[in-house]
Nanobody, 122 residues
C-alpha cells in the first residue's frame, strides 16, 4: 500500500518552532519530488515548499522563506519541514505530497498524506 504519513504537528506558541516529518511506505520516496502544502479553515490548499529528488532544487512560498526549511533524508525515506518563528497565521493542516517534479501546485502531485495539524496560539 502506497502511503505518506506526516507527523510532528501540534500546538506551539507564537515564535516557537516545529519540525514536521513526511515518511513514505510502500514506495521509494527518493524517486519523487516532495511538496509541503497547508490548508487553513475556509481557505484553499497552498504550497509551502517543495524539493526535488536530489535536493538540488528547493522552492518556498515567498512569505515563508527564511522561516521554513525543507530537507530530505533519502536513506530514511523521509522529508522534513522545519518551521521557526511561527505565527498565528501559520495555523493550518499541513500535508506532504509526492510527485514527478518539484512544483508548488497541488495538481502536480500524485500521492498525499492525511495531514498534520499545526496550531500557533498563546
Amino acid at each position: 500500500q502506497l502511503q505518506l504519513v506526516e507527523s510532528g504537528g501540534g500546538l506551539v506558541q507564537p515564535g516557537g518552532s516545529l519540525r514536521l516529518s513526511c515518511a513514505a511506505s510502500g514506495f521509494t520516496l527518493p524517486n519523487y519530488a516532495v511538496g509541503w502544502f497547508r490548508q487553513a479553515p475556509g481557505k484553499e490548499r497552498e504550497g509551502v515548499s517543495c524539493i526535488s529528488t536530489s535536493g538540488g532544487l528547493i522552492y518556498y512560498a515567498g512569505s515563508l522563506k527564511g522561516r521554513f526549511t525543507i530537507s530530505r533524508d533519502n536513506a530514511k525515506n523521509t522529508v522534513y519541514l522545519s518551521m521557526n518563528s511561527l505565527k498565528p497565521e501559520d495555523t493550518a493542516v499541513y500535508y506532504c505530497a509526492a510527485g514527478n517534479i518539484a512544483t508548488m501546485h497541488v495538481r502536480d502531485y500524485t500521492y498525499w498524506g492525511q495531514g498534520t495539524q499545526v496550531t500557533v496560539s498563546s
